[in-house]
Every structure is written in structure tokens, then in C-alpha cells.
């Protein structure tokens, strides 16, 4: 009882319980006793335990049975996705029928062994089949934000997901409209985005309909190689996005300054944009990089889209 109540964060069922040998009246003694604490029905925590958020959510899927997986929202948020929402949502299949308010039970005939995971011995489906089940609820810029944070983390490939909207695809599956849409501009190469900033300013730039810039490309320099976040190599065109998180500290200050001028003197034409920029004045950041991306690279300048194109 001991190890089986470590692996599931100090639960344990009625039926588990039976099967060591624990009799219901044994059960009900130590509930009295203070020893156990009625969770859900038939599902128990050991009160030398804590309670915990994972702990309810394995507490539901354990009341639902070993077919149920914790799905969409909930089971991003065990994969460190989302933050964790009230609601407990689990995936099963239709004979699964389970209701109980702040639990939300969906059914599926399309669970592949592919679509199971255990995150901190929680039954959780994949990354990829979590997105393609919450996208809908999440909408296309925070199914956005998660697959980005999940490409970078390298809990997603490109192929998983392409592989999941393939088989949900034919269902009417209610995410995959939004999980086309994430995949139509992703391919097998894609350089996760790093971080908002860098998310909003990619968006930007394809609403405007600029030239695809490269992203994240290294640029050999005097001594090092540096990564820039938007680069439009033909034109020689770089834009940099400062945002003051990843950029903040004295440190950091100086080395992405020592970077900008060893790009300019390289004769690469550097726009650097913070997040006002991006998000309070697009149409002024817009104009600069369409400007100068028309303008044939035999100048070299460090251009900060600081309101200067006002005047230009």
C-alpha cells in the first residue's frame, strides 16, 4: 500500500485497496480514525500526504478508471503548458460515463497508444493530442503561445502534431480547423519562437505581408556568431526585438549592444524594436523594415524604431 500510494501522490482506490487485502470496514476505521480522507467516491488520500492540484486531478482520473487519461486544458497544465484551470477535464471512451460538477468528461473512439503519456504518474494524453483537443477552447493565439513554448521545450515535434490532425482530421474534430492553421505555417525546419515578444513581432510581419524574414539565422561576426531574431539576408536587413525580460541586467545590456554594432559594422542595416513598438506602434515599426528592405543595402546604419520614421 505504501509504494502503491507513493507512485499515485499518496491516493489509493476502494478496489485497489481490496485487492491488498483492505476490507470497506477497514476503510471506513481509518477514515474515523483521520487516517484516510474521502477524496471522490471510492478514491481516498492517506492524510500524511499534502494535498496538491496534481494530486486532485489524479483523484478524478482515478474515479473515472484506468481508461480515462487527464485531456485538453488539464493535461496541458500537468505538461507545464497552461496554467491549471478549475475545471478537470479527462478523455475516455464513450462507455465512460462519469458526471460530477468541476469534472468534465469527453469521449473519443480514436485513443492510439501514441495519444497516451504519465507525467508525475498522472495518465495524461500527449502534447500533441492535448493541443488538438483544447485548441478550439484555447483559440488561435494561445494554442499558438503552447505550441511554441512546446516546440521549444522539445516536449512537440511538427510530425506529432501533423500526425494527430491527420487522424482527427476526418472526424469533425472541433480543434483541427486551428491546428491546420498552426501546421500551414510550420514546416519540419521551423525555429521555435522564443519568446511573446518574438510571437507577436512574426505575426506582425505576416499580416503585413513583408517578405519572409529568416529567423534565429547566425551570422558569423568578428570573434563570435550571433543569432539574429529576423533577417532578411538579400537586403541585409536585420531586426532585432528587445524585449526587457531576456534582455534586462547590466550584463545583457552591453553584449546585445556590442552585437548591434558588430552587425553595422559588418554592414548589416539593424532595426532594434521593443515591445511598445511591436504592439503600440506596428504600422511605424511596418514602415521601417518595408523601407528599408526596398532600399538597396549600400548603407549600413543601427536604426532604433524609436518614432524616427515619423519624420522620414
Known amino acids: ?28 476505521r481509518r477514515v474515523r480514525r483521520g487516517l484516510w480522507e474521502r477524496r471522490l467516491p471510492a478514491v481516498y488520500a492517506l492524510r500524511c500526504v499534502p494535498p496538491s492540484r496534481d494530486q486532485a486531478v489524479l483523484a478524478a482520473a482515478l474515479w473515472c478508471g484506468p481508461a480515462a487519461l487527464v485531456a485538453s486544458e488539464t493535461a496541458l497544465a500537468v505538461h507545464g503548458l497552461l496554467d491549471a484551470g478549475r475545471t478537470v477535464h479527462l478523455l475516455g471512451p464513450e462507455e465512460l460515463r462519469r458526471r460530477r460538477p468541476g469534472i468534465e468528461v469527453h469521449h473519443s473512439s480514436m485513443i492510439v497508444p501514441a495519444d497516451r503519456a504519465r507525467v508525475r504518474g498522472i495518465p495524461v494524453t500527449s502534447v500533441a493530442r492535448s493541443l488538438a483537443d483544447a485548441a478550439r477552447q484555447l483559440g488561435p493565439e494561445a494554442s499558438e503561445r503552447v505550441l511554441e513554448e512546446a516546440l521549444r521545450r522539445r516536449l512537440l515535434t511538427i510530425p506529432r502534431l501533423a500526425a494527430v490532425h491527420e487522424r482527427l482530421s476526418g472526424s469533425g474534430h472541433a480543434g483541427c480547423r486551428i491546428v491546420r492553421t498552426l501546421l500551414a505555417d510550420r514546416d519540419i525546419d521551423w525555429v521555435p519562437l522564443q519568446r511573446e515578444l518574438e510571437r507577436r513581432t512574426y505575426r506582425l510581419l505576416r499580416r503585413a505581408g513583408l517578405p519572409d524574414a529568416v529567423r534565429q539565422l547566425p551570422v558569423r561576426l568578428d570573434g563570435f556568431t550571433a543569432h539574429v531574431d529576423f533577417a532578411w539576408p538579400i537586403e541585409r536587413v536585420v531586426l532585432e526585438v528587445d524585449g526587457w525580460g531576456p534582455h534586462s541586467g547590466r550584463r545583457m545590456h552591453h553584449l546585445d549592444r556590442d552585437r548591434w554594432s558588430a552587425l553595422t559594422t559588418a554592414r548589416w542595416r539593424v532595426i532594434v524594436a521593443g515591445w511598445d513598438h511591436v504592439v503600440d506602434q506596428p504600422d511605424v515599426l511596418v514602415g521601417r523594415v518595408r523601407h528599408l528592405l526596398a532600399t538597396p543595402p549600400g548603407s549600413c ?10 519624420g522620414t
Open 1 to 28: 500500500m505504501a509504494r502503491l500510494s507513493r507512485r499515485q501522490l499518496g491516493l489509493i482506490t476502494t478496489a485497489q485497496a481490496n485487492e491488498l487485502g483492505i476490507t470497506n470496514s477497514m476503510i471506513h
Open 301 to 310: 546604419a543601427l536604426q532604433f524604431a524609436v518614432g524616427e520614421l515619423e
